[in-house]
């Protein structure tokens, strides 16, 4: 199941950038939060310019997102360093978008950053994904959850796609 994607970014420019972007996000992108990944279970993002899998708790479905960093009131944020290659964005207090660059490959989700955890990051290399505790209403710092499973080290290697993504899949019949 594809979700919905959200509006494009608005400039010639801006897509010329999201396409260099691209190298760091893969298509078939999952959510990173689990709280998302539950639910948006099974759901998937295929085109590159959309790659985040997002819920939208105003139409209450999973969508696919671009960057917010890629089109932030019509600038277009990039990290062309090698020591900080990756995009990264987070919320203030005021839900006012901040972007940045970092060395750590990953992304988050706008709903828990805006609208759940607003104010709220991750820095610690090993809890860095900004996750939500419906149970608890709080957000917290995790782990990736591909991190632990198995007891095996997960990682990629390629250059060209950092992201270790993680989602959860319907099984047979719409089944867990």
Known sequence: MAAVRDTPPVSVVAVAVVALALASIVPGAG???????????????????????????GEKTCICRSHPCWNDRGQVHTCPTDQYPYLHFNYDINQTLGCGCSAVPQYDSLHIAKNKCAGHWCDNGNFSILDWSPSEQKCFCRSHPCLGEDNLPHQCPDPQKPILHYRLEVGPGGMD
């Not at 959510?31 to 998302?36: G, K, N, P």
């Not at 948006?40 to 819920?55: S, T």
């Open 31 to 57: 959510a990173t939060s689990a709280y998302v990944a539950k639910l948006c279970k099974g759901g998937y993002c295929e085109d590159p310019a959309f790659p985040l899998l997002d819920y939208d708790e």
